[in-house]
């Protein structure tokens, strides 16, 4: 009966063997059609994205944040580290406080034997004695001369007496006057001198001069200190852990562009996966040379209130020079590339549109977000967008004024007429007067923005009218490259202001760039 049961279900199994091999192999197949379906999707739209931008490579103008950081190493310190001496020679007696106690400031950290000091007071206190009874005696000889010099006087001016007596009388009398003094003297001498005993004697009391931390205990009880040529160090205190700072050597090139008030990143060893803060306090002028490379100290201060942070330990900074945010950037290869002569049709000579060729937008976006920053009150935001009211309807009229004339987009800043966009001035590139002339567009820019902003100008208080004028400044000498859109498949040179850099990414303005132009980056290889 078992054998007729294995009979039956042997052929069973090898059915449903047969089975789970087919539908693996039908599982397998489609894989690979969904695999091959895949990859002609990447293929066409690889395609279609070359094709779309053609021979070049782009990127597109992204808006975001730029940091521009310096890096630099240093040590943390205390800001305050004093280093306790003696003043004097002898038996260090008791050592009262150890590393890393606090102590407050006038308490006793250590003594030295006074036994010495001690002995010299009495000594000094029984020679004021002595002066003393010398003065006694000397005050008692000055009365008797006192006396025995008017005695012979009175006698002299009745002859009685030979006039050398009374002579001799006087010079007794002066005599005795001269002993007083001398013994007076003679106390205030050894009076002084118990003093300066006495001085010593409180400096075998050795005291901490700040609130801090012993950081160093360099003595132990029965150690003889000798202070003869220079103070021996026997202690070092760091006042106040809470606040600390830290030295940087920052490179002659970068060191321009440190500031005081600069934010300061940086991490120790001791804490890889922590970042802490701090800020600059001080650029200090003393140049260190070594090697032919010069560097410069430069003074960032910390909070260290919760004390994670200790003294000696290596700082690896970054020292935050500027920082733009929300702002139009491009990749930096868009800035390197120069296209072939023929890459865009124009032949060997390229015509150089300047800095605005939409009359100056660009530079009124960016004092927008300039008097963004500055809190202006009600009457100053009107007075602002009051003269860009004005700009702007100037600005199209001058654009309409050269659509009309059809010469728009080649001349001098895109419009005819004086001020910022005006000129009617076609420059090549190359030609050798164009570096005057964008000199002399630049200062007719900034007489005309003056005037367009002065009443808006006058009614900021002293510290907004540093702030505006450095950044209109800063606006129209800003330095200006060209870059390469991609119009129609072909690359369309603008000139545009390039702002900061992080080494990967600039701040553009100007030019009519938008978020999301192609930038040409580069040409493909030839296929």
Known sequence: MSAARKSVQSPNRKSNVRTNHTWIRRGIAAAVVLALAGGGYWYFRQRDAEAATGA????????????????????????????????????????????????KRGQVIARIDPKTYQAQIAQGNAQIANARATLSQAQAALVNAELDYRRKADLGTRQLVARSDVDLA???????????????????????????????????VIRSPVDGVVLTRSIEPGQTVAAS?????????????????????????????????QGVSFTVDAFPDRQFRGTVKQVRLSATTTNNVVTYPVVVTVDNSDGTLLPGLTVNAE??????????????????????????????????????RQGGSGVI?????????????????????????????????????????????????????????????????????????????????????????????????????????????????????????????????VMVRIGASDGSSTEVSGGGLKQGDLVVTGERAQQ
Do not use: C, H
């Open 56 to 103: 070049f490579r782009t990127a597109p103008v992204e808006r975001g944040d730029i940091r521009v950081a310096i890096s630099s190493t240093g040590t943390l310190s205390a800001i305050s580290t004093v280093t306790v001496g003696s003043q004097i020679s002898g038996q260090v007696t008791d050592v009262l406080v150890d590393f890393n106690d606090p102590v």
């Open 319 to 356: 020292i935050e020079v500027s920082r733009r945010d929300d702002v139009l950037k491009v990749s930096n290869a868009a800035l390197r590339f120069k296209p072939a002569d023929d890459a865009t049709g124009a032949g060997a000579t390229a015509t150089a549109p300047q800095p605005n």
């Open 170 to 204: 006087r010079a007794a009398l002066d005599q005795a006057r001269a002993q007083v003094n001398a013994a007076k003297a003679s106390i205030q001498q050894q009076t002084a001198s118990t003093e300066t005993t006495q001085v010593n004697l409180d400096r075998t």
């Open 365 to 493: 976006d960016d004092l927008t977000r300039t008097a963004g920053t500055l809190k202006l009150n009600a009457s100053q935001q009107s007075a602002f967008d009051a003269a860009v009211a004005a700009v702007r309807e100037r600005q199209a009229a001058r654009q309409a004024q050269a659509a009309q004339s059809g010469g728009g987009n080649r001349l001098f800043g895109g419009g005819g007429g004086r001020g910022p966009g005006g000129g009617g001035m076609v420059v090549t590139a190359g030609g050798g007067g164009a570096g005057n002339m964008q000199a002399q567009m630049r200062q007719r820019m900034a007489e005309r923005f003056r005037e367009d902003f002065a009443q808006f100008r006058n009614s900021l208080d002293d510290a907004q009218k540093a702030k505006w004028d450095g950044a209109l400044a800063g606006l129209l000498n800003a330095k200006r490259a060209p870059l390469y859109r991609l119009v129609g498949g072909k690359p369309d040179m």
């Open 229 to 261: 040529l220079q103070a021996p160090e026997l202690f070092k205190i760091a006042e106040d852990l809470a606040k600390m700072k830290i030295e940087l050597a920052v490179d002659e090139a970068d060191i321009g562009q440190v500031r005081t008030g």
